[in-house]
T-cell receptor, first 112, second 112 residues
Framework: QQQVKQSPQSLIVQKGGISIINCAYE??????FPWYQQFPGKGPALLIA?????SEKKEGRFTISFNKSAKQFSLHIMDSQPGDSATYFC???????????FGQGTELSVKP | NAGVTQTPKFQVLKTGQSMTLQCAQD?????MYWYRQDPGMGLRLIYY???????DKGEVPNGYNVSRLNKREFSLRLESAAPSQTSVYFC???????????FGPGTRLLVL
């Protein structure tokens, strides 16, 4: 059973546009929601993370929006650049420990 | 400071063969993890070790065993490889169960 559902599976955006990736979770015990970025042939790396006591977190061009009542969170990439082309994973963790449950991943391609 | 290292980078096995994937970290982290990545499935946790001397099953442990050799090293063993174990395997470490996970470069495994 997939506890974290991510969409879309792939996304093509023009340079300068906004990329939006959505995730939904089921378990209300999750209390930590990171996003990881993965370039081809590399391991994932933490991009940005949020806890459910805030509705938004921004770091540069990357913003997480969090809706606790809807059990959804999303990643917005403003002014998308070709260098942002990568696979993005949302994840969630239980408060009992650090096991991360990952979404299925979104392959983002930013066209010049 | 190499971070998380994994060996080998690539391996081809025949069904029924065994092998051990090696992982080491030089960040003095307590927690270490093994994931597998398959298209459309995201990253799925196989086993994790919250601290030296402890290991626990993750989401997909069947067919695998692990050893936390010391604080630095965490190995994953396939006793009798099956084609369903064809995947990319990632090792990760974190300073604690709630900390950021740092991933290695991955091992690409093909089981024929």
């Amino acid at each position: 059973q997939q506890q974290v559902k991510q969409s879309p599976q792939s996304l093509i955006v023009q340079k300068g546009g906004i990329s939006i990736i959505n995730c939904a979770y089921e378990n209300t015990a999750f209390d930590y929601f990171p996003w990881y970025q993965q370039f081809p042939g590399k391991g994932p790396a933490l991009l940005i993370a949020i806890r459910p006591d805030v509705s938004e977190k921004k770091e540069g061009r990357f913003t997480i929006s969090f809706n606790k009542s809807a059990k959804q969170f999303s990643l917005h990439i403003m002014d998308s650049q070709p260098g942002d082309s990568a696979t993005y994973f949302c994840a969630a963790a239980y408060n009992q420990g650090g096991k991360l449950i990952f979404g299925q991943g979104t392959e983002l391609s930013v066209k010049p | 400071n190499a971070g998380v290292t994994q060996t080998p980078k690539f391996q081809v096995l025949k069904t029924g063969q065994s092998m051990t994937l090696q992982c080491a970290q030089d960040m003095n982290h307590n927690s270490m993890y093994w994931y597998r990545q398959d298209p459309g499935m995201g990253l799925r946790l196989i086993y994790y070790s919250a601290s030296e001397g402890t290991t626990d099953k993750g989401e997909v442990p069947n067919g695998y065993n692990v050893s936390r050799l010391n604080k630095r090293e965490f190995s994953l063993r396939l006793e009798s490889a099956a084609p369903s174990q064809t995947s990319v395997y990632f090792c990760a470490s974190s300073g604690g169960l709630r900390g950021t996970q740092y991933f290695g470069p991955g091992t690409r495994l093909l089981v024929l």
